[in-house]
């Protein structure tokens, strides 16, 4: 089975007037099926860059890779929507759930757009399923302003697996959460992974990261470290601690 | 993703905006009301003078005195007598397609019946002049050749003296004055209506044109021959005949004009219609700049829409969605706005002409077919004028459109 991310002397280059500016610098990386991986550094490491490219929403100037083994390089604008649409979930920092729009139509709409359509019952099924999923089977009719941010949250995540994506990419998942929400929402992502789910995501705060199995560190464009996690927290127990408290 | 789904995306929009929506589509729903209204008024219009000009009969060709020029004096058209009885007699014998020809006369006069008076025309003309004008005579009969070879005191009168001078009573039969001359009515005309010019068709009284020359007026000219031709297409092969004969019997010359004037039905039709044709195409000028002008809000709209909505287009297309998806989103999207806007027009259109026929008593004649090119048009204004803000839509990136407050 091939590795889920294989990045190989990946470089990024953006240009503007005549400054070359290498936003990520021969990077070579690889993550494996359930793996559970932080990517941290500050603004301007190349962090969202990875991101990006990571995500399919851009791709590498220089480099190959590939994506659950499938070289990314080469495609167009819509072949990169397909492989957004059946192999990468999305999570995003400000949730982007669509406004006026139930929680299962959100979770609904990548099915919506994927080549192979499936009827609209089969569609609610899998959307009430992946709501379930993260704890909000009973929400499905709400709207994202009737929901806190934590749940917002859940529902994004609901939408990002409703695919069965090789990978879920997350961009600061806990970005606009206070601490104890935040801990919830990393309950849902280690439960995940438990399920075998590879995820990765970027962040700028050492504790979320600690929640992970891996950390990347990125600095200027190039990997600083790349390291398992020592001291793992366990997002259950965290929030068991803050219950009893 | 699927049309239905889309065109129901594109539905949710909409109501989501409601006013927004109505306002803009208001600039179509007068464009295509103006021109529902505008065609039903015109084809109503049409309508009623072809029938008005149905009522002078069947391929009739009419030829009027002209203007005369004789020692140096130009005579007013119409003025001095040109034609002549020998004329009509010449044109009935000598051009071909020729079916039948009334000379006729007028002659304004006071009838008297009883205590009763009417002022009216008196019209001479030929027996064949009914057939000419395809007039039937409802009650009694018309006269015959003999009347006209011995100038007999018959009348056939229209509807409207009938009522003035007889009202309830038997008119057949009666003696009525004519200029003080004793008449006998002999039939009654079948209503004709108005005249294109407005006058009262069946305001008249029809006699031997004998009779008027010899015991009304004593004049010799003729104000008018009817000439019956004997099929459309020969109309013009039969202008032309009576023309050259016309000119070969007034005697004139390479250089000198027609003093008469020969005008087929046909060109009555168009003289007719030559107004309301300026009026229809103006309207639908008037009716085509506000359609565009309705387009470009909806045009407006859909680009401030997608402005609006550019952190919506940067979440679908991050989650899979072509551009031929977010471009047909867009596009469902405006020429839902102009179409409905059209269905609202044409409701509309309908409404006018309905209101003008029932109160103002305008003829008024609505055509499936304009309905259909006017809802068509008003699609195609949505395709047009959604086109731009669809694209720009469609390629938008996506890194940018998350990123967009």
């Known amino acids: ?57 851009d791709k590498p100037t220089q480099g190959r890779f590939l994506l659950d083994g499938c070289d990314v390089s080469t495609l167009d604008r819509d072949g990169l929507a397909d492989i957004r649409n059946q192999k990468v979930g999305f999570v995003f920092q400000g949730f982007n759930l669509l406004t006026r729009t139930s929680a299962l139509e959100n979770v609904e709409l990548p099915m919506m757009y994927s080549r192979n359509s499936l009827g609209s019952r089969e569609m609610r099924h899998r959307a009430q399923e992946a709501l379930a999923l993260v704890g909000l089977a009973n929400r499905a009719d709400h709207h994202p302003n009737q929901l806190s941010g934590g749940q917002q949250q859940r529902v994004a995540i609901a939408r990002a697996l409703v695919n069965q994506p090789a990978l879920l990419l997350a961009d600061e998942p806990t970005g606009n959460l206070d601490s104890k929400t935040s801990i919830e929402i990393m309950e849902v992502f280690q439960t995940l992974n438990e399920q075998g789910i590879t995820i990765v995501m970027v962040t700028h705060e050492h504790d ?12 200027d464009g190039v990997v600083r470290s790349d390291s398992p996690v020592l001291e793992r927290l366990d997002a259950k127990a965290q929030h068991a601690a803050l219950e009893n408290a | 993703m699927t049309a239905l789904a889309t065109f129901h995306l594109a539905l949710r929009a909409l109501q989501r905006n409601k006013l ?41 060709i009419l030829i009027f005195p002209g203007s005369s020029f004789s020692g140096g004096v130009q005579s007013g058209s119409g003025g001095v007598g040109t034609l002549k009885l020998e004329d009509a007699k010449a044109i009935a014998d000598e051009v071909s397609g020729v079916v039948a020809v009334s000379p006729g006369t007028r002659v304004t006069s006071q009838l008297g019946f009883g205590n009763q008076n009417w002022s009216t025309s008196v019209a001479g003309e030929a027996p064949e002049y009914f057939d000419i004008r395809q007039w039937e005579i409802v009650e009694g009969s018309g006269f015959t050749e003999q009347d ?13 003296v009938a009522k003035q001078l007889f009202g309830e009573e038997e008119s057949i039969g009666q003696i009525m004055r004519v200029r003080n001359v004793p008449f006998q009515v002999i039939g009654v005309l079948k209503p004709k209506g108005t005249s294109i010019m407005g006058s009262d068709q069946d305001d008249v009284v029809i006699v031997p044109y004998s009779t008027v020359m010899k015991r009304l007026s004593g004049a010799t000219n003729l104000r008018m021959i009817s000439v019956q031709c004997i099929s459309e297409d020969r109309t013009q092969a039969v202008v032309n005949g009576i023309t050259d004969l016309m000119r070969q019997r007034h005697r004139l010359g390479q ?16 003289m007719a219609t030559a107004t309301s044709k300026v009026l229809r195409l103006l309207l639908g000028a008037i009716a085509s700049v506000s ?75 609505t055509s499936a077919n304009a309905i259909i090119i006017a809802f068509l048009f008003s699609a195609a204004v949505g395709v047009f004028f959604g086109l731009y803000p669809a694209k720009k839509a469609a390629a938008l990136d996506p890194i940018d459109a998350l990123r967009y407050e």
């Open chain 1, 1 to 57: 089975m091939p590795p889920v991310i294989q990045l190989e002397h990946v470089w990024k280059t953006y240009r503007s007037a005549d400054v070359e500016l290498h936003a990520v610098r021969d990077v070579s990386l690889q993550i494996e099926r359930g793996e559970f991986v932080a990517i941290m550094g500050a603004s301007g490491s190349g962090k969202s860059t990875m991101m990006n490219i990571l995500g399919c929403l």
């Open chain 2, 291 to 365: 359609l565009v002008v309705g387009g470009i809000g909806i045009m407006n709209i859909m680009l401030v829409s997608v402005t609006e909505r550019t952190r919506e287009i940067g979440i679908r297309i991050a989650l899979g969605a072509h551009g031929t998806d977010i471009l047909k989103q867009f596009l469902i999207e405006a020429v839902t706005l102009s179409s409905l806007g059209g269905l609202i027009g044409i409701l509309l259109g309908l409404g006018t002409s309905t209101l003008l026929s029932r109160f103002a008593g305008w003829p008024t004649l």
């Open chain 2, 20 to 60: 927004r929506s109505l306002l803009t589509m208001l600039g179509i729903v007068i464009g295509v009301g103006a021109v529902v209204a505008m065609v039903g008024i015109g084809n109503g219009a049409k309508a009623q003078v072809e029938a008005q000009i149905a009522t002078l009969g069947q391929n009739v």
């Open chain 1, 208 to 219: 979320i990261a600690q929640y992970n199995k891996r950390c990347i560190v990125m600095r």
């Open chain 2, 255 to 270: 250089d000198r004009e027609n003093d008469f004037m020969v005008r087929s039905q046909q060109e009555i039709a168009e």
């Open chain 2, 148 to 160: 006209v070879r011995a100038a007999s005191k018959v009348a056939v009168i229209g509807a409207t």
